[in-house]
């Protein structure tokens, strides 16, 4: 370990004596009191990691003088001190060990070296589904059918979880992975034994969910990434970035009486989308910040994904301290927090000077207002008293437009379409024809759907308490839930269920129709189940709009239920509220919410509970000893989870009639010799594509059809369509996935005039097929193939199947105009040849049909900086053009001549051995 700058430095702690990279001696030859505290951070992880290869003394220096007006253009490598998974996303990831640990047994090695080189826990919370609700089995009933459906998942990671080192899983119906990472995973400092010297470090991670960003608000710096960046840093290997921007928000004053979190975090949501922070840091900084509680910073972390920044932090303060202790950390553990910040600088004091930011934006706290988000995205804010003039605008533009656009919005970094179990179970059976009176009031803007969901509030006592309060008053008055409306509540874990018992206010939550459904993300990620049979007939029927109110972060059309065209945002007070009202038509500041036994109106300001009884509340049921209770045994789950029978032994098991689970080929023949990279000839195009061709188009997603590949593999298999699930559930099989691969509806190949669709142009045979039907020909007769595009391509969220499945399709190279940086590295990770047109130069000015034979040479074994491209015709003629070859650094050239970075890592395990 190199340290160019003298920075070593040790502190006692508990007794005992920790060495760390100090950031004052790095202050002593340049002004780093003037960085952003999220800089500092990244400061700290280049020079605990300076080793003259990946991190040398010039990334030190350009951070160390980081200019904060300065467009980002210099890149650093960042390794983070852990990874966090969710099942969907990090299944795959786990497979890969699994077929690492099998390849270095043929390699001669031991698979029990093959483990994530750094902490790293996965927490199972995308499967469970609001199948049964309104009642007080619901819980019950919902975990045996997430059980029915994943058992199969659940019996690899349960292999996971006893097999691999440094790798822990938190069971089903514990809670979602960022509030059990709040909760309890997270260290804020991090202590590890390098070369036999105790270290002491903070905290940092990438998890494989975009909104990891909520223990920003711990002051913890970690962001969501795809799975192949989560894959490298379980393999001990960095991740490039580029030196970002830090945009500060200044916040002053205290929320006002009626105002919450989550109105809070809306209004910061539309606030920075319209500033623009996409790629950039936020962080969070003036005195408003004291009067903040560490779930309301939380919440603003949660969501950064939706107001486009990488991360969103707080400093680390007292504020941190009390919540550790709150959350039933150890003494030893906080003493550690509170003097490694100290000693560092990184400890915040309301009174202290102001950092250097990108650019400022002032809120004062006091103008918040109740609010709500919708009806399509969370940065379009609603205020409470314009909810009414909302939906009307809506409904305007539907009518204007004749439909909703059809395409629909996607993330599958969480569940959404692609959840398990989502398909079947939202087309139901035959309706019932005769009429429920009890429906009569059902119609355009009536609630369909209200949902207590995500770890976003979940998280914050004093919104579940708000709730709470507000369910035990409007009871009180003789108030009910519409019958229309599925009601549900399900928390991020199991200390908030503890302390609305505590308080009785699950009673009050049960009497209002919000039974506890499960532990999970549930509705927020789209795994709201199916509408009662005859809520949906009717709404069908009469093609009616209906909406949604839900406690979560995301809203896109589409999202949280395929009947649901309008999708609102909302504190769990305002869930509980428009339940009641049964419809988003209502200005409830002025209007009622319903009327009581004696027929009086009651009005939303009649229930709401005031501040202080929040907080009164909050004070006498939060307690200490609720999270140490509920964590004790938090890796051990439920009897159904610990009856699950583990394949033993060091390797898995695979199970060859497993149309979930599958050995993946990336390691097939693979030997200790690194192997030729020889120039590419006689490559057929498969996919000749425009601009800003996004990893969703590239990458499966959604529901599987019965006439795609994918769906005539599972059929073959003996899957009845009906239990196809969705390519999110299957994403531990390659044989599902490489089929789905370029499938989006709605992506255009040029090759074809005008076909929508993921279909190709077979280039010998003339004819038109599905792209995976025509790789698999080229690949019978052994003809490589390429993909060329223009501008921007893959772009969007970091899928790792978007490069896998190129892989597997036989893609040998990709030639675009440009390309989204992490989807190239991606590209490179997996062996896939990036390559840029020159000069001004495209597809189109050049001439290129796609239906020509390529040649690729002079890459000199992925040495070379460029290449050229021959493209021969049909006819003979040729055009020969130059390209760039973009294998950015000295580690990516190493990747792609091992043919990833899986082979890379391997080949150095295996080659020692003994090690």
């Not at 608000?217 to 490298?232: D, K, P, S």
Request: glycine share 10%; net charge negative.
């Amino acid at each position: 370990m190199t340290d160019s700058f003298s920075t070593r430095d040790s502190l006692e702690v508990n007794g005992k004596r920790y060495t760390y990279a100090s950031l004052p001696r790095l202050g002593q030859r340049f002004n780093i009191a003037r960085l952003p505290y999220s800089m500092k951070i990244l400061l700290e992880n280049l020079l605990r990691h300076e080793d003259g290869v990946n991190v040398t003394a010039k990334e030190i220096e350009a951070v160390a003088n980081w200019d904060a007006h300065k467009e980002p253009d210099t890149e650093i490598a960042f390794m983070p001190a852990r990874v966090i998974l969710q099942d969907f996303t990090g299944v795959p990831c786990v497979v890969d060990l699994a077929a690492m640990r099998d390849a270095m047994v043929a390699l001669g090695g031991d698979a029990a070296r093959i483990n994530p080189q750094s902490p790293c826990e996965l927490v199972i919370d995308h499967s469970v589904q609001v199948d049964v609700f309104g009642q007080a089995d619901a819980l019950k009933l919902n975990a045996q059918i997430e059980f029915e459906r994943n058992r199969e998942r659940y019996e690899f990671l349960r292999w996971g979880q006893k097999a691999l080192h440094e790798f822990r899983v938190v069971p089903p119906s514990t809670g979602i992975v960022h509030q059990v990472n709040l909760e309890y995973l997270s260290r804020v400092v991090m202590t590890r034994d390098l070369d036999g010297t105790p270290w002491a470090f903070p905290d940092t991670l990438f998890g494989t969910d975009s909104h990891t960003t909520m223990v920003n608000g711990l002051g913890i710096l970690g962001w969501g990434v795809g799975g192949i960046e989560a894959e490298a840093a379980m393999l001990g290997q960095p991740s490039s970035m580029l030196i970002p921007q830090v945009v500060g928000v200044r916040l002053t004053g205290r929320l006002a009486e009626g105002a919450t979190a989550t109105d809070l975090v809306l209004t910061v949501t539309q606030m920075l989308r319209k500033h623009g922070v996409v790629g950039k840091f936020v962080e969070f900084f003036g005195s408003g910040l004291q009067h903040l509680a560490l779930a309301d910073r939380a919440t603003l972390g949660n969501m950064a994904p939706e107001y486009g920044a990488t991360c969103a932090i707080c400093p680390i303060d007292h504020e941190s301290i009390n919540y550790l202790r709150l959350s039933g950390r150890s003494e030893e553990q906080i003493r550690l927090v509170e003097a490694y910040a100290k000693a560092q600088g990184l400890w915040h004091e309301p009174n202290a000077p102001e950092a250097e930011f990108s650019s400022v934006l002032d809120l004062d706290l006091a103008t918040v207002a109740p609010s709500l988000a919708g009806p399509k995205r969370p940065q379009d804010r609603v205020t409470l008293a314009t909810m009414r003039d909302s939906y009307r605008g809506a409904m305007d533009a539907l009518g204007r437009n004749g439909q909703w656009d059809k395409q629909k919005e996607r993330f599958l970094s969480e569940g959404g379409s692609t959840a398990v179990g989502h398909d079947q179970s939202e087309h139901s059976a035959p309706h019932d024809t005769d009429p429920h009176p009890e429906y009569a009031g059902l119609g355009n803007g009536s609630v369909a759907i209200a949902a207590i969901t995500s770890c976003t509030n979940t998280s914050n006592p004093s919104v579940m308490i708000g709730a709470g309060l507000l369910a035990r008053k409007a009871a009180a008055r003789g108030l009910k839930p519409k019958p229309w409306v599925k009601t549900s509540l399900a928390p991020g874990s199991k200390v908030v269920t503890d302390y609305l018992a505590k308080t009785g206010l699950d009673r009050d939550l049960d009497a209002m129709g919000f039974f506890l459904v499960g532990y999970g993300c549930t509705t927020c990620i789209g795994n709201s189940g199916p509408l009662p049979e005859q809520v949906s007939k009717i709404v069908a029927d009469h093609d009616y709009v209906v909406a949604s109110v839900l406690s979560g972060n995301r809203n896109f059309e589409g999202r949280i239920h395929s009947e649901v065209k309008m999708n609102y945002l909302a504190s769990p007070p305002l869930v509980v509220a428009f339940a009641i009202a049964g419809t988003v038509d209502i200005d409830l500041t002025k209007e009622p919410l319903g009327r009581d036994a004696q027929g009086k109106d009651v009005y939303l300001k009649d229930i709401w509970p005031s501040n202080q009884e929040i907080a009164d509340c909050v004070a006498n049921s939060v307690k200490s000893e609720m999270f140490t209770k509920e964590y004790a045994d938090v890796f051990k789950g439920s009897e159904a989870w610990n009856a699950i029978q583990i394949p033993a032994g060091d390797q898995y098991t695979w199970n060859e009639a497993s149309t979930y689970i599958k050995n993946p080929p990336y390691f097939e023949g693979m030997t200790m010799a690194l192997p030729t990279v020889a120039d590419v000839h006689g490559a057929r195009v498969l996919g000749l594509f425009g601009d800003s061709i996004t990893t969703d188009h590239i990458s499966p997603a959604g529901s599987i059809k019965k006439d795609s590949p994918a769906g005539r593999y599972l059929i073959g298999r003996g899957v009845d369509p009906q239990n196809f699930n969705s390519y999110g559930s299957r994403r531990g099989n390659d044989d599902v996935m490489v089929r789905g691969t370029f499938a989006n509806i709605r992506i255009k190949n040029r090759m074809l005039d005008g076909v929508e669709g993921g279909y190709t142009l077979h280039v010998p045979s003339g004819e038109q097929m599905a792209i995976y039907d025509a790789a698999m020909k080229y690949k019978a007769t052994g003809t490589p193939l390429v993909v060329i595009a223009g501008k921007e391509y893959g772009t969007g969220s970091s899928r790792d199947w978007a490069a896998k499945g190129t892989l597997l399709l036989g893609v040998k190279a990709v030639l675009a105009e440009s390309f989204e940086r992490i989807h190239r590295s991606n590209l490179v990770g997996m062996g896939v040849l990036p390559l840029q047109f020159v000069d001004g130069q495209t597809a189109q000015s050049l001439g290129l049909t796609g239906k020509e034979s390529y040649d690729i040479s002079g890459l000199d074994s992925g040495n070379a900086r460029s290449a050229t491209v021959t493209a021969t015709a049909a006819d003979g003629s040729k055009k020969t053009f130059q390209v760039k070859v973009l294998l950015l650094t000295p580690k990516e050239r190493e990747f792609y001549r091992h043919g990833g970075i899986l082979q890379y890592v391997l080949r150095q395990l295996a080659a020692n051995k003994a090690a």
